[in-house]
């Protein structure tokens, strides 16, 4: 059995991922296709616990830049080995929220963390595989916080990242347009204004593509 194809959701706060890939696995599954979603950091119960202290950490004892990407890089090697390796296997298509994009955007440029270092942690803790296409959905930063801040099921919920300043997402959302730009035959660019129908319409020409 051919191994299943690995497609990865990217942007900044608000983009909208986690219903486009909602929307994805709808559509590949009235395909017959065999589809997991998952999450980063998370996808695991041992990744999931590291994905508490990520995104909700506060208190006293500061969680320097450092820790946190040997965090995510801990959370992903546990999620790639348990989960998506496995899967893909298998033949499953996988679909994941977040992946090590969002690594070299949040941690790398933004954080101001080496560069090398980052792509290095990154292809470690993945095993070396690489999505086979990646959807970075993009949203100014003002209309990316006004649509998180409307979100039900994180209404109320301290989240470390969303607490950043301006100037911090304005560097996320940059680097990923540099890593679309870099690797523009695996990261497609989506633009993220309009309702989840109409998005969706633009990814799934690239999906189209990619299955034929």
Known sequence: MADGKFITFEGPEGAGKST???LCAEYLRSRNM???TTREPGGTPLAEQLRGILKTHSGDEKLHPETELLLMEAARSQHMR???LPALERGCTV???RFYDSTTAYQGAARNIDRKLIDDLNLFASGFRKPDLTFILDLDVESGFRRAG??????GEYDRFEAETR?????VREAFLAIAAAE???VKVVNAEGTPEEVFERIAEYLN???G
Do not use: G, M, N, Y
């Not at 409307?150 to 209404?155: G, L």
């Open 20 to 22: 486009q890939l909602k």
């Open 95 to 97: 679909l994941c929220d």
């Open 150 to 155: 409307k979100r039900a099921e994180t209404a």
């Open 82 to 84: 348990e989960l998506i």
């Open 184 to 186: 523009s035959c695996r």
């Open 34 to 36: 065999e589809v997991i």
């Open 209 to 211: 593509e990619l299955w």
């Open 167 to 171: 100037s911090f997402h304005l560097r």
